[in-house]
């Protein structure tokens, strides 16, 4: 545990250091930065919370993943831990509630619910799990917000949980070193973002529970597509850290991060962040990215 709660020290520092350099160097984004640094300091700082018990028996009898093709536990049957996300979803409204009206308002009425023990709120996150979409819409024309504002919240919040039972599975070997798949081998959700490693090999980020694992470089993350005629990406010298790898079989794209070319430490969630320009490029030119976009806050 004690390792665990020095990591996560470790962890909050790096995060810090690599959102100072991303506000220096891109001061566009400074203040959209400032919100999304306090809110994965408050993410990070929650991972380190040990599993409650009866979710940590439900995890061991997983067996391991070896060979098969399948994800591990697929999303839906990630466990939702109603006293963590709840704690966290309260925090997480409180530091949203100096941002822009719309989600300052969300905060605040999500906050009252909250406060009011409505129990809409924990099994919206079981839909949220479930992929229910009828049921979350319904939710948010009650509370009066948006949809995707309602599902920033829910998801922010049970992130952490979902991060502590990945590494559980992680620590107990359940999940196959070898997958080579582009879905998530731990919940079958699509990746939103690629890097290359210092050794220039290509890894893959989960648009959902942000595991990440390694692939081969052409292969394109959606309709699987390994052929080289098809697939290729968009580069721009003056931003040599990035590339858009687009596929033309199902026009679709994935930014990709080049560490070796990053001026900054490299932090999944905020690259996914600071490179919105990219999405509306690869947009514009009718290339569609993951449905999950939004989950990383973009
Ligand atoms: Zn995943
Ligand atoms: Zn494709």
Redesign the pocket.
């Known amino acids: 545990m004690e390792q665990i709660r020095n990591q996560a020290v470790a962890k909050l520092k790096e995060i810090h250091e690599c959102f100072q350099d991303a506000a220096e160097q891109l001061p566009a984004y400074q203040e959209m930065l400032r919100f999304f640094e306090v809110l994965y300091e408050i993410q990070e700082s929650d991972t380190t919370s040990p599993l409650p018990h009866d979710l940590e028996q439900r995890l061991s009898s997983v067996p391991r993943q070896n060979g098969s093709s399948k994800p591990l536990i697929g999303r839906k049957n990630f466990t939702n831990d109603p006293a963590a996300t709840g704690k966290l979803l309260h925090i997480i409204c409180k530091a949203a509630s100096s941002q822009g009206s719309e989600i300052a308002h969300a905060a605040s009425v999500l906050n009252a619910s909250l406060q009011n023990d409505a129990p809409s709120i924990q099994v919206a996150f079981a839909w949220y799990l479930r992929e229910d979409d009828a049921s979350l819409r319904l939710l948010s024309q009650e509370l009066g917000m948006d949809k995707k504002i309602l599902i920033f919240f829910l998801y922010h919040s049970i992130w952490p949980s979902l991060a502590r039972q990945v590494r559980y599975l992680q620590a107990h070997d359940r999940i196959n070193p070898m997958w080579s798949s582009p879905s998530c081998p731990v919940c079958g959700s699509s990746p939103n973002l690629a890097y290359f490693s210092e050794t220039g090999k290509r890894h893959l980020v989960c648009g959902f529970c942000r595991y990440e694992w390694s692939v081969q470089r052409i292969l394109?993350p959606?309709?699987?597509?390994d052929d080289p005629e098809s697939i290729s990406y968009i580069y721009s010298e003056q931003e040599k850290a990035y590339r858009i790898y687009t596929?033309t079989?199902?026009k679709?794209y994935i930014k990709t991060v080049d560490k070796r070319q990053l001026s900054r430490k490299f932090y999944a969630p905020l690259e996914s962040l600071v490179t919105l320009h990219l999405d509306l490029q690869a947009e514009s030119m009718g290339f569609k990215g993951n449905d999950d976009l939004h989950l990383f806050g973009g």
């Open positions: 394109c959606y309709c699987e597509n596929c079989q199902c679709r």
